[in-house]
C-alpha cells in the first residue's frame, strides 16, 4: 500500500481534467491526490460547492468513478444511504461484494455550518465511509462568503472590512476535534503539499473500520487573495506557522506528524494573503497578536493531546 | 404477477401498524426514518420487524426527517428499494430533498401520516403537511381506510417503479384517525405481494461501478427545462398507469382501485368532494339522506398528484351543486388546494355548476356526520335561491 510516484504517474486520474475549477484550486488536487491512494472501486458523493457546480455542468462530467450530488448540507445522509443499500444489497446475494469503497469531499461550508448535524449523525452511525473536508476556510462557491472554518480578522464578503469592523469578528471552530470526539476510528489533518503525509492518511482512512475523515486545507486563490502558483507554498506556510498542524487520531490515539523547525511567526501566514492585508496596519496588531496566541494556545494544546 | 384471488387474513389493526405490516411485507432493501407522532408507531413497529430479522431491510435510524429523505436519495440512486415514514413537521423539513427525489426520478415511497403545521403545536390530523408538499413531484394517493393504507402502501411502490413513471411516491392517511385507528382489515400473504411487487431491476445503480454515473449534475438554462418537462410528462402517464395497477391489485384481492371513486355519484343532484378518511364520514350522510330522497353523492379522490382532472369533470358535469372539502388553508388563495384544482378542472371542461368551498378539521377537529348533513343542507339551499357569495365557509369553527 505504499505510494508509489511512478506507479501513480502512470495511473489514470479519476477526476478527469477540464473541470472548471480555477487555475490554481487545491480542491482539484486533493481530489486527485486521495482518488489516487484509495484507488478503485470506489464511488464519491460531493456536497453543493465549487467542486460539485465545476465538476458536473450537465451534460458533461469530470467523473471517471460512480459520483452523486444531492444538496449541499445532506452529503453525509446521502453517502449513508448509498453505504447502507450496499451492504443491504451484498447481505442478499443482489451484488457481489467488490470491496466498493465510499469517500465524500465537502467544503467546509458543508461541513462546519449547514452539514453538521447531518455529518455528526452519519459518524454516530458508524457507516463506513471516508470523508474528506476540503476545508478553503469560506463558502467560495457562492463568492467567498465567512463560514465557522473562517479565521479571526480574515475579509470575506460577509465579513468584510470597514471603518467599524476589521474582518472577521470570531474566530474558526475546531471541527477536527468535533469530529475526533465521535470516537471514530481514523480522524486526521492534513495539506496537499505534504502529498505523501495526505496520500498515506488517505489509505489509513480508507481501510479503518468505519467512519473516518480527513480535514484539508485547500487554498482558494480568488477568496484568499493570493497569486494562484502559490497554492502549493501557502499550505506550507500554514504548516510552519502551525495555523495548519499535520495530526491524526487513530482509534482515539493523537499523533503529532510534523513538528516545524523553527515555528514560524503568523505574520509570515498573514503576509502571504490578500484577505489578511488589512491586519498588518499599526491600528490592527492587536488582532495580530491575539492570532498569534491563539496560535500558539491551541499548539501547545495539540502536543499535549499528543504527547509530544 | 399474481392472478386468481388469494385469501386475505382478517385482522384488526390501526393504520400506523397496518402500513408497517405492508413495509414488512415488501421487505425493502433499506428504510430510513426519524420519529414523529403519529407516525411514530411505524418506526417502532418497523424496527422491532428488523430486530426480529423478519425482513431483509437495512434500517438507517437517522437523526432526523431531512437525513431519512437524503438517505433514501442515495439508497435509491444506489440502486436498490427505499422507503420512509413521517408526518406534519417532519415532511415540512423534507421539503427541500423532495425535491431532489422527483427531479432525480427516484421511485422512493413514503407513508404519511398526516399531521398539522405548527404553529400553534398540534400533533393532529390536518392535510397542511402532504398539500404543502403538492408541487414537489411526488405521486400522492389518500387512504379512506386502514385496508386503504395497506393497499396504497403496497401499490405505492409499483407506482413509483413503473418504468413509464419513475417518481417517488407517496400515499397519505389521516393522523390519529387511521394512523391510530383500529380497523378491520384483511392482510395479504407475503408471498402474494412479494409477486405483486416482483424484483426492482434499476436502470442506472450507482453501485455500478463499471458502468459509472454522474447523480445529480448541475443542469442550467440550456437543459433544466427539458429536464422538467419530461418530469412532467411522466406524471401525465402516471395518470393511465395508476388504474391500471389498481385494476391488477384488484384481480387477486377484489379490491380494485382507480384514480378516484363515485359513492352514489352517478345519479346524484348534489355531490361532495373530498379526501382522505372523512369520505368514509360522507358515505354514512349519503346514505341517510338518500333514505329521505336526497340525491346525494360523493366524490372521493384517490390520487390527488397527478389530478385527474377529466374523469373528475365528467363525473360532476351533470350535479346541480358541489361541495368541496378542504382539509388544509392556503392562506390568502381564492380556496383550498382541492378546491382550485376542481374548479380549474370544471372550467377547463367548459363547466361551470354552483361550487361551494369548506375548510374543516384543522388541527384534528372532529368532522361528524350532523356537519357533512349541514354542507348537503347548504347545496339544496343555493341550488334553489343561487350563490350570492363565494368565500370559503368554515365548516366546525368555533365562532
Ligand atoms: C440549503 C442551501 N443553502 C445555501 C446554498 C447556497 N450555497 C451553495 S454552495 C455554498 C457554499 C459552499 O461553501 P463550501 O461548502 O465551503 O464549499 P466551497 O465552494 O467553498 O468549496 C452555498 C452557501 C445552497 N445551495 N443550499
Ligand atoms: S473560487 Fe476558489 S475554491 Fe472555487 S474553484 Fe476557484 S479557487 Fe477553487
Ligand atoms: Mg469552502
Known amino acids: 500500500m505504499a505510494i508509489n510516484l ?82 443491504s444489497l451484498v447481505k442478499q446475494g443482489k451484488l457481489e461484494d467488490k470491496g466498493i469503497k465510499f469517500v465524500v469531499f465537502a467544503g467546509d461550508g458543508a461541513t462546519y455550518d449547514i452539514g453538521l448535524q447531518f455529518l455528526s449523525g452519519a459518524l454516530e452511525r458508524g457507516h463506513k465511509f471516508l470523508y474528506v473536508c476540503l476545508n478553503n476556510e469560506a463558502y467560495m462557491n457562492t463568492g467567498i462568503q465567512r463560514s465557522s472554518a473562517t479565521p479571526l480578522g480574515a475579509w470575506t464578503t460577509t465579513s468584510p472590512v470597514g471603518d467599524a469592523v476589521p474582518g472577521k469578528r470570531e474566530n474558526r471552530k475546531d471541527i477536527t476535534a468535533i469530529v475526533a470526539a465521535h470516537d471514530i476510528p481514523y480522524v486526521a489533518q492534513a495539506a496537499p503539499h505534504a502529498w505523501r503525509d495526505l496520500m498515506t492518511k488517505a489509505q489509513k482512512a480508507i481501510s479503518a473500520d468505519g467512519p473516518s475523515f480527513i480535514n484539508v486545507l485547500v487554498p482558494c486563490q480568488r477568496g484568499w487573495r493570493h497569486p494562484a502558483e502559490e497554492t502549493i507554498a501557502i499550505t506550507k506556510l500554514a504548516v510552519e506557522t502551525c495555523v495548519w498542524p499535520l ?15 523553527p515555528k514560524k511567526p503568523i505574520t509570515d501566514w498573514l503576509q502571504s494573503q490578500g484577505r489578511f492585508r488589512h491586519l498588518l496596519t499599526p491600528e490592527n496588531t492587536h488582532i495580530v497578536d491575539s492570532l498569534q496566541e491563539i496560535v500558539d494556545r491551541q499548539w501547545d494544546k495539540l502536543l499535549e493531546r499528543c504527547k509530544a | 404477477m399474481v392472478s386468481q384471488k388469494v385469501k386475505g387474513k382478517p385482522v384488526a389493526l390501526d393504520g400506523d401498524r397496518a402500513v408497517a405490516e405492508a413495509i ?3 421487505n425493502p432493501d433499506v428504510v430510513a426514518a426519524y420519529p414523529i407522532t403519529p407516525q411514530t408507531e411505524i418506526v417502532m413497529r418497523f424496527s422491532e420487524f428488523v430486530a426480529n430479522g423478519e425482513v431483509v431491510t437495512e434500517f438507517i435510524p437517522v437523526e432526523s426527517e431531512h437525513a431519512a429523505m437524503s438517505a433514501c436519495i442515495g439508497a435509491s440512486a444506489a440502486g436498490g428499494r427505499a422507503q ?67 393497499d396504497n402502501a403496497i401499490q405505492a411502490l409499483r407506482i413509483a417503479e413503473h418504468p413509464d413513471i419513475m417518481l417517488p411516491t407517496l400515499h397519505a392517511l389521516d393522523g390519529f384517525i387511521l394512523g391510530h ?26 453501485l455500478d461501478v463499471d458502468h459509472p454515473v454522474t447523480y445529480g449534475p448541475m443542469v442550467l438554462t440550456d437543459y433544466f427545462f427539458e429536464y422538467k418537462r419530461q418530469q412532467a410528462a411522466a406524471m401525465e402517464r402516471a395518470l393511465e398507469i395508476i388504474p391500471q395497477i389498481g385494476e391488477e391489485y384488484g384481480t387477486f384481492t377484489g379490491r380494485y382501485y382507480g384514480l378516484m371513486e363515485g359513492y352514489r355519484l352517478e345519479d346524484a343532484e348534489f355531490a361532495t368532494i373530498a379526501l382522505g378518511s372523512t369520505a368514509g364520514t360522507i358515505k354514512t350522510v ?5 333514505d329521505q330522497g336526497v340525491k346525494a353523492g360523493l366524490l372521493k379522490l384517490r390520487c390527488f398528484r397527478p389530478f385527474p382532472a377529466t374523469i373528475l369533470a365528467e363525473a360532476l358535469g351533470d350535479k346541480k351543486a358541489i361541495a368541496v372539502l378542504d382539509r388544509s388553508l392556503s392562506f390568502g388563495a381564492q380556496g383550498g388546494p382541492l378546491f382550485l384544482e376542481v374548479i380549474t378542472a370544471l372550467f377547463t371542461h367548459g363547466l361551470s355548476p354552483k361550487v361551494l368551498n369548506y375548510a374543516y378539521g384543522l388541527g384534528g377537529r372532529d368532522i361528524v356526520p350532523a356537519r357533512i348533513h349541514q354542507v348537503y343542507k347548504d347545496l339544496i339551499e343555493i341550488d334553489r335561491e343561487g350563490l350570492t357569495e363565494s368565500s370559503i365557509r368554515y365548516l366546525g369553527l368555533r365562532e
Not at chain 1, 486533493?30 to 467542486?51: D, E, K, M
Request: charged fraction near 20%.
Open chain 1, 6 to 87: 511512478k506507479e501513480m504517474s502512470a495511473a489514470q486520474d479519476l477526476l478527469a481534467p477540464g473541470h472548471r475549477l480555477c487555475a490554481g484550486c487545491a480542491e482539484s488536487i486533493v481530489v486527485r491526490q486521495v482518488l489516487h491512494a484509495v484507488g478503485q472501486p470506489v464511488v464519491v458523493a460531493s456536497p453543493t460547492g465549487c467542486l460539485e457546480v465545476s465538476t458536473s455542468p450537465y451534460p458533461y462530467t469530470s467523473w471517471r468513478v460512480p459520483w452523486i450530488h444531492n444538496a449541499f448540507e445532506n452529503v453525509a445522509s446521502t453517502i449513508s444511504g448509498v453505504e447502507t443499500m450496499y451492504r
Open chain 1, 247 to 261: 495530526y491524526e487520531v487513530v482509534d482515539g490515539e493523537w499523533k503529532l506528524n510534523y513538528r516545524p523547525s
Open chain 2, 286 to 290: 349519503v346514505d341517510e339522506l338518500r
Open chain 2, 84 to 150: 420512509t415514514a413521517t408526518a406534519g413537521a417532519g415532511l415540512a423539513f423534507m421539503w427541500e430533498v423532495l425535491w431532489v427525489a422527483s427531479g432525480t426520478r427516484l421511485p422512493i415511497v413514503m407513508h404519511v401520516v398526516n399531521r398539522s403545521l405548527s404553529a400553534p403545536l398540534n400533533i393532529h390530523c390536518d392535510h397542511s403537511d402532504s398539500m404543502g408538499a403538492r408541487d414537489a413531484g411526488w405521486i400522492q394517493l389518500y387512504d379512506e381506510t386502514v385496508q386503504e393504507a395497506y
Open chain 2, 181 to 206: 385507528g383500529v380497523e378491520r382489515l384483511e392482510l395479504l400473504p407475503d408471498d402474494a405481494v412479494r409477486s405483486f411487487i416482483g424484483i426492482y431491476e434499476p436502470q442506472h445503480p450507482l
Open chain 2, 24 to 26: 414488512r411485507q415488501m
